[in-house]
């Protein structure tokens, strides 16, 4: 691939690159000076007709509204002509606010290309399908170097190793807008990601740039000149410049070592308009005191023959008359419990996303609840690879073969200790008798057959001396048996709130394996018949 072409803006009217001294903003139009003499006026995509009832009666299908803060993040792209990095804290919602911002000017901003990992394209189906309102989009989603985006779609999502083929998009007319989710995955401006970014960029003269990050820029310097340069050329025309003006940095005698920010406050003055970063505390009051949300990925590749071989022997067991009523549903019960085994496993890769993702972009302590002990084992080793790597302290681990005091010794660590951060815990095993109101943050892996066990764990942390809005996420493996499964304990949820004003009663298990089963082998096979 060829060298970094960062990007460069030449004043219109002398040719020479256009570097920014200073700005003023009257009437929604920026007037820019340049270091050569000559001035340039900008126009914002905020739109005056738009009213605070525009944004505040967007909905998503299943009725959730945007938050005041969410809708403040759409403003502040819509200000900056969608040239702007939204660096909230993990969990805040940034999907939603990029979606929304498509979804209220997709006159303009249309077509666009979502970049992202791989772990969370799925995320980002799910998502756009779920705001996209009365709209219906076009999306393509291209999951591998051989499909090329075809003409007419709305939304292209697509891997940044993907992007790296240069032909992907040749048969594609004009672009208007790039997102960039997780965009400190182009953080080496000289490396294929960075390049292939900055090349569609340039080449399509891609006019709105979106990037995405919970990383915090001021303990990541370095790391964000690539983004930088794309959304504020005429700020950032030069990495050498950025390194020295910006950055903590020393020469060894290979290479320059790059640190954090020389002047937090000043830099984030030079960089108010065109980066916006709020934490969980800060926008605390408009969080609920617990917030269930859903993360959607992909079934691991490597796993779709065992998934669809284990769909097809429960369709066997569940229409086997040669057995007792008992055996079969003995049968029916351990074939879904291998099902549920499969996506536990192929979840790992992206619960370690996930969880890279929170420890970088804040302080806070996270807890992983799991079933399966491989499951957690295998997170646990990989986890701790990767803290090692970077600094992190082991990963702790609570299981059902720990006696009531190391159970009481690992919790008492967890909670004085701020260097351990993330405990994975047996959903069962400390689904009771475990206080963990100190933490505020969970990630349900791999789902109970009873949901009542998982509102135990819930529980641990949304009780009495939880000062923190308490945030749960349940991984769910779409077309599979967790999103088939989350779809029947959801409606019963929606149904049991309605009638008992949030009241839960009594889940019967027997009665939502049998829904489940059925639910398998009818809808749940559409996919995997194929494989």
């Known amino acids: 691939m060829a060298l970094s072409t960062i990007i460069k803006e030449e004043c219109p009217k002398c040719g020479k690159t256009a570097i920014e001294v200073s700005s003023s903003t009257i009437f929604g139009v920026k007037e820019i000076k340049l270091q050569c003499g000559h001035n340039l006026l900008k126009t914002s995509l905020a739109d005056s007709t738009l009213a605070v009832s525009d944004y505040e009666l967007i909905k998503s299908n299943d009725g959730k509204s945007l ?13 900056n002509d969608c040239l702007g990095i939204l660096a909230d804290e993990q969990g805040l919602g940034k999907m939603v606010q990029g979606i929304c911002t498509l979804r209220l000017h997709h006159t303009k901003l249309l077509p666009a290309i979502i970049a992202c990992p791989t772990t969370i394209k799925q995320q980002w189906m799910y998502e756009i399908l779920r705001w996209q309102g009365e709209h219906k989009f076009k999306i393509q989603v291209l999951n591998d170097g051989k499909t090329v985006a075809l003409p007419g779609f709305d939304i292209y999502i697509i891997t940044y190793d993907i992007l790296k083929k240069a032909s992907v998009f040749d048969y594609v007319g004009d672009i208007s807008t790039i997102v960039l989710d997780e965009c400190q995955r182009i953080k080496n401006h000289l490396a294929d990601r960075a390049k292939a970014v900055q090349a569609i960029v340039k080449d399509r003269n891609i006019k709105h740039i979106m990037p995405m990050s919970g990383t915090p820029i001021k303990n990541n310097a370095g790391e964000y000149f690539t983004v930088l340069n794309l959304v504020a050329p005429r700020i950032f025309p030069s990495y050498e410049r950025f390194i020295s003006g910006y950055c903590n940095s020393y020469s060894d005698s290979w290479n320059t070592k790059v640190g954090g920010l020389l002047d937090v406050k000043g830099f984030h003055e030079i960089t108010r308009g065109i980066v916006l970063r709020r934490t969980k505390p800060e926008v605390l009051p408009d969080l609920p005191k617990l917030d269930r949300r859903f993360h959607h990925v992909e079934l691991d590749r490597k796993l779709n023959k065992a998934y669809a071989k284990a769909l097809d022997d429960l369709d066997n067991a569940l229409y086997d008359d040669t057995v007792s009523e008992f055996e079969r549903s003995s049968n029916t019960l351990a074939i879904m419990a291998r099902l549920r085994h499969i996506t536990g496993i192929s979840k790992v890769t992206e619960a370690i996303e996930f969880t890279t993702e929170f420890l970088l972009s804040c302080d806070r302590k996270i807890t992983i609840f799991v079933h399966h002990q491989d499951v957690g084992s295998l997170l646990q080793d990989q986890l701790n690879k990767w803290c090692k790597d970077g600094g992190f302290s082991p990963i702790l681990m609570m299981h059902s ?12 660590k967890f909670k004085d200790e701020a260097s351990s951060r993330v405990m994975i815990a047996s959903t069962l095993a400390a689904g009771e008798g475990l206080n963990l109101q100190f933490c505020s943050d969970a990630i349900i892996l791999e789902r109970q057959w009873n949901p009542a066990n998982e509102s135990q764990a819930e529980a641990r942390f949304h009780r009495f001396g939880q000062e923190n809005a308490v945030s749960i996420t349940y991984m769910i493996a779409s ?5 088939y499964f989350t779809e029947l304990v959801e409606q019963k949820r929606s149904i049991i709130d309605a009638a008992m004003d949030g009241i839960e009663s009594n889940w019967q298990e027997n009665d939502l394996m049998k829904n489940l089963a059925q639910t398998l082998v009818t809808k749940g096979r559409n996919r995997w018949s194929l494989i």
């Open 67 to 79: 938050r005041p803060y969410q809708i403040d993040g759409i403003k502040f792209w819509e200000a």
């Open 401 to 412: 073969g720990l006696d009531g005091n190391a159970r009481a010794e690992l919790a008492r």
């Open 479 to 483: 077309a599979t048996i967790d999103e």
